[in-house]
């Protein structure tokens, strides 16, 4: 399976209660199916500065913001693949830029003990990976005191349109969030971000 890691598209969301999601998947079956992996558990530790430079300059809403995280599908150890991704959003549309590496590289690589051979050793696309990686120094070299700031987790269901795989639209439940044990190592959990009986629907078009 080719792993995608450019993205460009519009991204917006919604806040739809139980019955809301029922009825809008009932509709949406007609023209779209559901993503390959089903249901799965995404983990999300995000990065940012010791006063929360990132999200206090997201939460102003911006023409640009921009954050760095790593993602998993799993849980992770040292040796899972893992995403280190860059998104940022500039007057509507969403710019991500990922790679793949190992748990333990990705850590090492944003906290600023990077060596190269390993990463040498888990590259696919040689030039891609490159840009990504000078992205990635950028934004490590702007914002120097970058660490570990919040993890993330939910339950998401994708799917995607029959005739256009780039249209998507997922729903995320559980969603949890913590400040402590800062590690896709670490299992889920943390405090509820949605009330019971709510999800977040997100629509991506690219």
């Known amino acids: 399976m080719t792993v995608q890691k450019v993205f460009a598209r519009s991204e917006v969301k919604y806040l739809v209660s139980d019955k809301q999601r029922e009825l809008i998947e009932n509709e949406m079956l007609r023209w779209m199916r559901p993503d390959e992996f089903g249901r799965s558990t995404v983990r999300s530790l995000y ?41 940022k959003k500039y007057d509507g549309v969403v710019y991500k830029r990922r790679c793949r590496m190992t748990n333990a590289a990705a850590e090492a690589y944003l906290s600023g003990g990077w060596q190269d051979g390993p990463y040498k050793n888990e590259q696919e696309d040689n030039t891609l990976d490159a840009q990504v990686m000078k992205e990635l120094d950028f934004m490590l070299s702007r914002y120097k005191t970058l660490a570990p700031a919040a993890f993330v987790s939910c339950e998401r269901e994708a799917f ?13 439940d559980n969603i949890l969030g913590r400040d402590t044990d800062l590690s896709l190592t670490e299992g889920i959990g943390g405090l509820k971000l949605l009330p019971d009986g709510q999800s977040l629907m997100e629509i991506k078009a690219g």
Not at 63 to 82: C, G, I, N, W
Not at 160 to 172: G, L, N
């Open 160 to 172: 995607y349109a029959v005739d256009d795989h780039e249209f998507r639209i997922t729903f995320d």
């Open 47 to 87: 990065y940012d500065t010791p006063d929360h430079l990132l999200i206090r300059r997201s939460l102003a809403a911006p023409v640009y913001k921009e954050k760095l995280r790593l993602r998993s599908y799993k849980q992770a150890d040292e040796t899972f693949p893992v995403y280190a991704e860059i998104k």
